[in-house]
């Protein structure tokens, strides 16, 4: 059994900067302040990190109860507002999903770091959530490389399966820190060019497979339970 644990965003969809807009207008209205995050890259990074950097960067309180009263704030802003229309599906996305899922040797899971419910909310939009039984989140742990021992054991206790990150997890993303987080857990990874990094810069990272975009599902299983 093949754990395949996929990042979200720039993986699977591409939110058209509805989730950064709405990070600073929920900040800049919790705050009472205009906020900024001019230079802030959010690719690959949990949105607790995000939000610590955003306060830092506006000279704000960062202690873990000013990064979770943020995060409480953009959650509220977020639920129910993306529309189908801000949330782009990426090319070959749902055929490998609704391959993948019916396949007897793979389980899909979340490493993402979108807290919980914008995971989902996300992934709803086009009704892809219900690929997903279980995953880790921003908001299980800010340091991303913890997640994918996270999404394992979750996992394991969801299908009684046992999973091993080292064995049989495979992380899929579009950024360096994807590929760190599987290597942090010792698992494979396969790099996509479908977020804001292309092949040059991906591949010094050193993924055990780097992909212009997701493969169709066949060749995708025939390399991945190789
Ligand atoms: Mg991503």
Redesign the pocket.
């Known amino acids: 059994m093949t754990l395949l644990l996929f990042?979200?965003?720039?993986?699977l969809v591409r939110v058209n900067g509805a989730g950064r807009e709405t990070i600073m207008k929920a900040l800049s209205s919790l705050l009472n302040h205009p906020v900024t995050a001019d230079g802030i890259s959010f690719?690959?990074r949990t949105d607790p990190d995000i939000l610590r950097s955003i306060l830092r960067h506006n000279d704000l309180p960062d202690r873990d109860a000013h990064v979770d009263a943020a995060l409480e704030a953009y959650v509220e802003a977020m639920t129910g507002v993306l529309t189908p229309e801000d949330v782009e599906v990426l090319p070959g996305v749902h055929s490998l999903l609704d391959h993948l899922a019916d396949h007897p040797d793979v389980h899909l899971g979340l490493v993402t770091g979108n807290v919980e419910p914008i995971a989902y909310e996300k992934l709803g939009a086009h009704g892809l959530d219900d690929y997903f039984p279980v995953g880790a989140f921003g908001s299980d742990h800010a340091d991303r490389n913890k997640l994918p021992h996270i999404a394992t054991r979750r996992a394991a206790s969801h299908t009684g399966h046992d999973f091993h990150p080292a064995e049989q997890a495979v992380v899929i993303?579009?950024?360096p820190h994807?590929i760190e987080c599987a290597r942090a857990a010792g698992a494979r990874v396969v790099g996509v060019c479908t977020?804001h990094y292309n092949h040059a810069e991906l591949s010094p990272h050193d993924p055990d497979w780097l992909l212009d975009t997701l493969p169709a599902p066949e060749s995708f299983l025939e390399r991945l339970l190789d």
């Open positions: 990042d979200i965003d720039g993986t690719s690959g993303g579009d950024t994807d977020g």
